[in-house]
């Protein structure tokens, strides 16, 4: 199934309580037909976790997009290793690209920030726990990092640089990532560098592709 305008997101995390699934169902709802979609990774939060309820009609439409729509689903670190019985026609890939134009991966394997901080990631997601508990503002961990911009800058600034050396040296004009949960449209190098943000917070971003333009989205739920 061939088509020539491409819908991608990324960070959905099924099985999040922080997932917008509402507002990710009317977007698709409004999707062009046949048009390919690409998720980009960390679609599923915990692949050791059965999905209940709405998370997993959302996980049920996918599956059945991919019989009217291609649909592009690139691993990401936190469903590297999830595996469904029923597939539908999903293809699942490690990465993909739409010619020499844009490059699509995850970003975790650009990223050398987090995997080499394990501690600081381990006691950081515990003190977030805590703040919950004792009844400060419910918000998914990485929207509660952003409370400290500088450091959450130097996670989006490697991820960001090593996808445009990544890119630059397989002969892409482009890279589209995801993991970070931060949406930008960086077009200071001769590589552009974008990422789709996540579900798990507001604002929500997705990325089209046609023929002739490359366009970071916000996507507005009412």
């Known amino acids: 199934m061939n088509s020539n305008k491409y819908f991608v997101v990324s960070d959905l995390h099924l099985g999040n309580n922080y997932f917008n699934y509402q507002a990710f169902i009317a977007w698709l709802d409004q999707l062009p037909l046949n048009a390919t979609l690409v998720l980009n990774g960390d679609i599923i939060d915990d ?11 959302v996980l049920k439409r996918i599956i ?69 508990m004792v009844g400060l503002r419910d918000m998914h961990v990485a929207q509660y990092a952003k409370r400290w911009p500088r450091l959450y800058k130097v996670l989006n600034n490697r991820v960001a640089q090593n996808g445009i050396k990544f890119a630059k040296s397989k002969g892409f004009s482009a890279i589209a990532c995801g993991h970070t949960h931060f949406a930008l449209d960086d077009n200071k190098s001769d590589v552009r560098y974008l990422n789709t943000g996540s579900w798990t917070e507001l604002p929500l971003y997705y990325l089209s592709v046609d023929s002739d333009n490359i366009v970071l989205h916000e996507w507005v739920y009412e």
């Open 47 to 57: 692949p050791t976790q059965q999905l209940n309820g709405n998370h997993d009609s």
């Open 64 to 132: 059945a997009e991919s019989s009217r729509r291609s649909v592009i689903w690139i691993h990401g670190n936190h469903d590297a290793d999830f595996h469904m019985e029923d597939v539908g026609e999903i293809q699942f890939l490690r990465e993909w690209n739409i010619g020499q134009r844009l490059l699509i991966v995850h970003g975790h394997k650009l990223d050398n920030v987090m995997p080499n901080h394990p501690m600081f990631k381990w006691v950081f997601r515990r003190f977030h726990d805590l703040c919950v």
